[in-house]
């Protein structure tokens, strides 16, 4: 069973709609949550970070963490094209390293 | 100010031969990771540095690849006895205490084992 599990999509979705991408992992002791975008082409960029249950907001961005589901998402509000990216998300392990999912593209048309 | 510097930014090279691949990282950051990404997948990690030494070197695939961090600041990836499947995108991230501490991303070296 892979630690991070991700829908590799593609998810589409319109301009100016929520893009909802989700994540689960399997360690129970992670600690830390975190979500990179990733151009083609380009390197991993951090967007969000959630260390305790709940919601976290940023901006047009929302990430949710259910540490009893083992459950992390991230929401993208009034989304646009420049959004379409490959979201990574990635988990602290119970040795501190960050252990990445695959990632799902998402793709905003207009 | 400047981010995480890789060199080279590509690497063709033949099966059998040795590579290394450098990671020059933000100043002051003391912790160091290196990771390897195939094409449609994550970063998949391979070796962490806090300092000058291997905290964890857990995802080094075998005894060809070893990563060195002699003075705590510039990081050196070798791979020996390269093999096809070798090929990938290196990246190197820092961070300026831990994994508690956003990872910065190196734009990644292209290794190409032909």
């Known amino acids: 069973q892979k630690e991070v599990e991700q829908n590799s999509g593609p998810l589409s979705v319109p301009e100016g709609a929520i893009a909802s991408l989700n994540c689960t992992y399997s360690?129970?002791?992670?600690?830390?949550f975190f979500w990179y975008r990733q151009y083609s082409g380009k390197s991993p960029e951090l967007i969000m970070s959630?260390?305790?249950?709940g919601d976290k907001e940023d901006g047009r961005f929302t990430a949710q963490l259910n540490k009893a589901s083992q459950y992390v998402s991230l929401l993208i509000r009034d989304s646009q094209p420049s959004d379409s990216a490959t979201y990574l998300c990635a988990v602290t392990d119970n040795t501190d390293k960050l252990i990445f999912g695959t990632g799902t593209r998402l793709q905003v048309f207009p | 100010g400047a981010g995480v510097s890789q060199t080279p930014s590509n690497k063709v090279t033949e099966k059998g031969k040795y590579v290394e691949l450098r990671c020059d990282p933000i100043s002051g950051h003391t912790a160091l990771y290196w990771y390897r990404q195939s094409l449609g997948q994550g970063p998949e990690f391979l070796i962490y540095?806090?300092?000058?030494?291997?905290?964890?070197d857990s995802g080094l695939p075998n005894d060809r690849f070893f990563a060195v961090r002699p003075e705590g600041s510039v990081s050196t990836l070798k791979i020996q006895r390269t093999e096809r499947g070798d090929s990938a995108v290196y990246l190197c991230?820092?961070?300026?205490?831990?994994?508690?501490?956003?990872?910065?991303f190196g734009n990644g070296t292209r290794l190409t084992v032909t």
């Open positions: 540095f806090q300092g000058t030494g291997a905290a964890d």
């Open positions: 991230a820092s961070s300026l205490t831990g994994i508690n501490s956003p990872l910065h």
């Open positions: 959630i260390y305790s249950n």
């Open positions: 360690d129970r002791v992670s600690q830390s």
